[in-house]
């Protein structure tokens, strides 16, 4: 798709293609640019100074020998970004990085027109995939002898008056009361039960993350969800610019960091690049499940949690959390939130929900769902013999 626009005085034409990608060709009339080269120098000749000259009074031709390059690259660095905003804007576009200049024409030639070319890059449209094929596994968990042995002998590790060879049902009260445990708890089967409990509540945590985790990779491939390489760059910029901006306030040095740390900015950076690269396919992902189930966040969540923000930061002004920055950056966190767990919710409710009798003839199916006829004959003759009874 090609446009051609043109308004007041800027000029430019849109190349967009399916991936997201624009190609933005902009044109800076010389007028424009002369009137504001003009501008500029004005305010440069009101300050230059230069031997034999008193401030103020050098002239124009002396000056621009020095500067006009400059001059000229500086008055350009001010246009461009305020030519390339409004054609953003007025194409309602997002872009999800920086865009990117080149082909730079026309600065040094009189009368001729500034011509340049500025790739926008938006998040391509993805639609939700079949995520009905998901399946995750549900497996039986257990805690085994040799993991309560194991946790035994991790307690006696910790705790030295625990550390003894006897375990019995002295050792367990004992370690009731060190550990705090259920005052219930009175024998050593009983701490042993309690203990196999929490093995088994901790690997239902494993796996339900490592279910999650499953589920978003999966409903990322059935989405086709690709990332454009620029939106990682950009994202992994921004990691870096942080890590650094919090090592200069911390008063050290970046080499200093590293070496405590044991890295290299290479390997820091090839973290950030993962990481930024899986967060911002989440992100895609979420956004496209919400749309696809209507998901929304009311104005009395937004409220709710902005209350939540000024409770937990109270000496913070309050008037940033009524912000529009701070208001649409709660709802974003918020949707994004409700999206994750609603599409956990759905692929594990269409595991729970399948019916155990689908794949069984239709007869068995009956036979399940009614009381076989022995059943209630002998519930009747029951009954019967307990009115007899009564009557007596």
Same mark, same amino acid.
């Given at each position: ?11 430019? &034409? ?15 009339? =010389?007028? #424009? ?9 004005? $305010?440069?000749?009101?300050n ?8 103020g ?17 500086? !008055?350009l ?24 200049f080149?082909? @730079? ?19 391509p449209?993805?639609e939700? %995939?079949?995520i ?23 307690? /006696?590790k &910790? ?20 550990? %705090? +445990? ?5 024998? +050593?089967?009983?701490?042993? /039960? ?8 901790? /690997? ?20 086709g ?13 921004m990691?870096?610019?942080?890590? =650094? ?12 960091? @590293? %070496?405590? &740390? ?5 390997? @820091? =950076? ?7 690269h !899986? ?12 749309q696809?189930r209507?998901?929304?966040?009311? $104005? ?5 949690? #902005? ?6 930061s ?10 529009? $920055? ?7 966190f ?12 759905? !692929? ?14 239709? /007869? ?12 209630? %004959? ?15």
């Amino acid at each position: 798709m090609s446009i051609n626009k043109t308004k007041d005085d800027r000029s430019y &034409q849109v190349k967009s293609s399916e991936n997201g990608r624009h190609v933005i060709n902009l044109t800076i009339k =010389r007028d #424009v640019f002369d009137q504001s080269y003009e501008a500029a120098l004005k $305010q440069e000749l009101k300050n230059a100074k230069r031997p034999g000259f008193r401030k103020g009074k050098v002239p124009r031709e002396v000056l621009e020998k020095d500067i006009k390059d400059a001059l000229s690259m500086d !008055v350009l660095n001010r246009l461009i970004p305020f030519y390339v905003q409004r054609a953003i804007e007025q194409e309602g576009l997002q872009p999800i990085a920086p865009p990117r200049f080149s082909d @730079l024409n026309g600065v040094t030639e009189p009368g001729t027109d500034i011509t340049f070319t500025v790739e926008v890059v938006e998040m391509p449209d993805f639609e939700l %995939g079949p995520i009905e094929k998901i399946t995750v596994k549900t497996p039986k968990l257990t805690a085994t002898e040799n993991e309560l042995a194991q946790t035994i002998e991790n307690i /006696k590790k &910790q705790s030295p008056e625990l550390n003894t060879d006897k375990v019995d049902d002295k050792w367990a009260k004992k370690a009731v009361k060190l550990l %705090g +445990l259920d005052k219930n708890i009175k024998t +050593l089967a009983d701490l042993k /039960k309690a203990f196999k409990k929490v093995i088994k509540e901790q /690997k239902q945590i494993i796996y339900d993350r490592q279910n999650e985790s499953h589920i978003i990779e999966e409903a990322i491939k059935l989405s086709g969800i690709h990332v454009p390489h620029e939106a990682v760059e950009y994202e992994m910029a921004m990691r870096e610019e942080a890590f =650094r901006k919090d090592i200069q306030k911390s008063g050290s040095t970046v080499d200093e960091v @590293l %070496g405590r &740390q044991g890295r290299t900015i290479e390997q @820091l =950076r090839e973290m950030w690049h993962r990481d930024a690269h !899986v967060a911002l396919e989440r992100d895609a992902l979420l956004k496209v499940y919400a749309q696809a189930r209507g998901i929304k966040i009311s $104005q009395d969540e937004i409220d709710a949690e #902005v209350e939540k923000a000024k409770k937990a930061s109270p000496q913070a002004d309050s008037k940033q959390f009524e912000s529009p $920055q701070w208001q649409n950056y709660i709802r974003s966190f918020l949707l994004k939130q409700k999206a994750y767990e609603s599409l956990i919710r759905e !692929v594990m409710g269409e595991n729970e929900k399948e019916d155990p009798n689908k794949d069984k003839p239709a /007869k068995e199916k009956a036979t399940k769902s009614k009381k076989s006829p022995s059943t209630a %004959g002998k519930k009747k003759a029951k009954e019967h013999k307990t009115k007899k009874d009564k009557k007596k």
